[in-house]
């Protein structure tokens, strides 16, 4: 993994551009706001990249706004993956982050895959396409948790590769 790469947040966003799932990993609270607006923001940049017809899913760097790196990724049905990292001097490499996105990619897709897992809640069983997916409702648990685990296994790569080195 690169060093010193430390997740401050993951964002899903759909392919309506709503918000499914947004995640962060900061001891302060009061900045989670942060992060929603870093995830709506790289929307314009990911809409200008993935204009461009690239096959590549992974968009690399967004921007960066003071303590923070932003990278994108986009996956081939058009949901929208985020990072915020943690700035540093150091270089994150493309092929770390790649396969970062891609673990985050698997885990969503292995989530929606399941047949037993409602998208929408009972109560609105119309069938209405613009209604967001409700990633933060207790049946998505197990997505909540993999990205957690993503994110913790990415933060303690980067301290054991500084510590050795």
Same mark, same amino acid.
């Given at each position: 993994?690169?060093?010193?790469?430390?997740?401050?947040?993951?964002?899903?966003?759909?392919?309506?551009?709503?918000?499914?799932?947004?995640?962060?990993?900061?001891?302060?609270?009061?900045?989670?706001?942060?992060?929603?607006?870093?995830?709506?923001?790289?929307?314009?940049?990911?809409?200008?990249?993935?204009?461009?017809? +690239? @096959?590549?899913?992974?968009?690399? #760097?967004?921007?960066?706004?003071?303590?923070? %790196? &932003?990278?994108?990724?986009?996956? !081939? =049905?058009?949901?929208?993956?985020?990072?915020?990292?943690?700035?540093?001097?150091?270089?994150?490499?493309?092929?770390?982050?790649?396969?970062?996105?891609?673990?985050?990619?698997?885990?969503?897709? +292995? @989530?929606?895959?399941?047949?037993? #897992?409602?998208?929408?809640?009972?109560?609105? %069983? &119309?069938?209405?396409?613009?209604? !967001? =997916?409700?990633?933060?409702?207790?049946?998505?648990?197990?997505?909540?948790?993999?990205?957690?685990?993503?994110?913790?296994?990415?933060?303690?790569?980067?301290?054991?590769?500084?510590?050795?080195?």
């Amino acid at each position: 993994m690169a060093p010193n790469l430390r997740l401050n947040a993951v964002a899903f966003i759909s392919p309506q551009n709503h918000p499914i799932l947004i995640r962060t990993y900061t001891k302060q609270d009061e900045t989670a706001i942060k992060y929603h607006y870093i995830a709506h923001t790289s929307l314009d940049v990911i809409e200008e990249r993935a204009s461009s017809k +690239s @096959a590549d899913c992974y968009l690399g #760097l967004l921007y960066s706004m003071e303590d923070v %790196a &932003v990278y994108g990724y986009i996956t !081939p =049905l058009k949901v929208k993956i985020v990072i915020a990292a943690a700035l540093t001097d150091a270089v994150a490499r493309d092929v770390d982050l790649n396969m970062i996105f891609k673990a985050l990619h698997m885990a969503y897709y +292995s @989530a929606i895959s399941n047949p037993f #897992l409602v998208l929408q809640d009972s109560a609105g %069983a &119309v069938f209405d396409s613009s209604r !967001p =997916l409700l990633a933060g409702s207790p049946k998505w648990k197990h997505f909540r948790r993999r990205i957690d685990e993503i994110a913790r296994v990415v933060g303690n790569a980067s301290n054991t590769s500084t510590l050795g080195g």
